[in-house]
């Protein structure tokens, strides 16, 4: 993994190491990344990371730990979160279908299965089948019935859901970019030649009922038995999911934007399908099964959603950066990229993707480490004297907005923790989206980098874009009374990785840098 040290004005200069090393260290402060060759006189052996102690505090002083470290430590190693790189955009991923043959699928009236992400580990993957709402039969829907969870989801844009008048379930959930929240609506049955509702024939007549830009809201009753779904603007490079991915596949066919899907399941158990499953599926029936990986990527090939308004030369506590002002062409959105030094050939570029918090950023709230992460990766990049670190706007309270998160803050202050809190509200536990951020970071140059994140989630679809990571580099900052509980839950709740991770107390590896 990368190891890094680091000088801080407002912290003591400590390093943790998950296993005793002898070091030395007589210059300025450094950056060493694994397996490449450096001049300061650092020798460092097995995993490390980073960690900041917030002004005043010494090694000497009690130490703040999570309440639990029985976890199994996660290795850090170079290939944590490797990927390949772009190479041919419309070439498909090993294993799978080119678009291109599933468009021609949906074309002649078939199904294609649609893959949430390639990268991701098969415990954890949800295949669909979809087809093009306008070419549903009640035969199509028994068949997505008999292999699916026995939902059966509609994908329509926000200009068919407006008039027909179908409004989401939960409104607050309007604007959650995240993979976990799809939108639904209220539940519908078309009127016209259907009885209870339920059976394969009844929800193909309604499917074509939704598909129809003839059909009005009174063609329905409400509540029913088939689910429409609100496609996000920008489909897959806003959000990959499968209800994205759905209405941009029989958009590219030519056809309606409107789809039909329903997710595998194991007729076994019925969990979700494994990847063994859904390609036995696949197999049996010839249907292409495609990635949305592989969507994202060939959409980003033929279309872009983010446009570089301004740069500018800027001097700031940590050094010159040059700053980039992108805008989303999706909602409007400016976000900026501070940039230090050439980019060059866009390999091994030193990356940090951060998530607005006015609160944490700007008025150094103590609940979170947003603000001293973000301090410490703008040291590294200086330090490096090259990288990008993008600062995504909207984001607040892992994409809630800023008074939402002040009403988490009051729920978490009664006993619920973060992710607790944000459910309580009617939010998914992180309601952020990356794929802007990949946008602008392919914009800029960027092809492989060493990603510094604490957080595994950021990964999803990143290969559609044409970047890889190569490594990654943990951002470590002061556990404080005030922080620890919302670091804890992160780390159990959300796949984040911190120094808790080990089985001893992390005293034990905190050793007090000489002052540089």
């Known amino acids: 993994m990368d190891c890094i040290g680091f000088q801080q004005s407002s912290f003591t200069h400590t390093f943790i190491n998950s296993k005793p090393s002898n ?13 490449r060759s450096i001049n300061n006189p650092l020798k460092l052996t097995s995993t490390c990371c ?91 829907i028994a068949f997505m019935v008999k292999h699916g969870s026995g939902i059966v989801s509609v994908g329509m844009k926000d200009d068919d859901l407006e008039r027909l008048k179908l409004p989401l379930m939960s409104p607050e959930n309007d604007d959650d970019d995240s993979y976990s929240a799809p939108s639904f609506t209220i539940t519908v049955d078309a009127k016209a030649g259907t009885s209870t509702g339920v059976s394969a024939s009844d929800r193909a007549k309604t499917v074509l009922a939704l598909a129809s830009s003839e059909s ?43 789809s039909v899907l329903s997710a595998v399941v194991d007729s076994e158990d019925g969990s979700m399908a494994s990847m063994a499953v859904l390609r036995n599926l696949a197999s049996e029936h010839s249907i292409p099964i495609v990635s949305i990986t592989d969507l994202i990527r060939y959409r980003r090939k033929r279309e872009k959603l983010v446009e570089r308004s301004a740069i500018s030369s800027m001097p700031t506590k940590w050094g010159l950066f040059q700053a980039h002002c992108y805008r989303s062409k999706l909602d409007g959105t400016e976000h900026i990229a501070i940039v230090k030094g050439e980019i060059g050939n866009g390999q ?15 008025f150094g709230s ?5 603000g001293s992460q973000l301090d410490l990766a703008m040291q590294l990049i ?55 951020g990949a946008q602008i970071l392919h914009d800029i140059g960027v092809h492989t980098m060493r990603l510094m994140t604490n957080n595994p989630a950021k ?17 470590l900052t002061p556990i404080t009374e005030d922080n620890k509980r919302y670091l804890e839950t992160k780390r159990t709740k959300m796949g984040h990785i911190y120094g808790s991770d080990l089985k001893i107390p992390i005293t034990k590896f905190v050793r007090e840098l000489p002052d540089l």
């Open 216 to 258: 009005r809201d009174d063609d329905f009753v409400r509540p029913g038995h088939v689910f429409p779904l609100k496609y996000k603007n920008g489909g897959v490079l806003r959000r990959a999911g499968p209800t994205e991915a759905s209405v941009d596949l029989v958009t590219l066919a030519g056809l309606r934007p409107v």
């Open 50 to 140: 980073a960690v900041g102690l917030s002004s005043g505090e010494s090694s000497s002083s009690p130490a703040v730990n999570f309440a639990t470290v029985e976890a199994e430590i996660t290795q850090e190693t170079i290939d944590f979160f490797s990927s390949d790189a772009e190479g041919d955009p419309d070439r498909p991923s090993p294993g799978y279908s080119s678009i291109e043959q599933a468009l021609v699928a949906l074309r002649q009236e078939n199904f294609v299965i649609v893959v949430d992400d390639g990268e991701r580990n098969d415990a954890n993957v949800e295949g669909s089948i979809v087809m093009a709402a306008s070419h549903v039969s009640s035969k199509a």
């Open 366 to 370: 103590r609940r979170c480490d947003c």
């Open 459 to 475: 990964y999803t679809g990143l290969k559609g874009y044409g970047l890889a990571v190569v490594g990654r580099v943990p951002v």
């Open 382 to 436: 200086e330090k490096e004297e090259r990288g990008v670190l993008v600062y995504l706007t909207g984001h607040e309270g892992r994409g809630i907005g800023l008074g939402h998160k002040l009403d988490a803050y009051n729920l978490q202050d009664q006993g619920h923790d973060t992710v607790e809190a944000n459910i309580e509200l009617g939010f998914a536990a992180d309601a952020r989206e990356y794929g802007i």
């Open 23 to 35: 070091f030395t260290l007589n210059n300025a402060p450094f950056i060493y990344r694994h397996n």
């Open 348 to 362: 091994d570029v030193l990356v940090r993707v951060h998530s607005e918090c006015l609160t944490g950023d700007i």
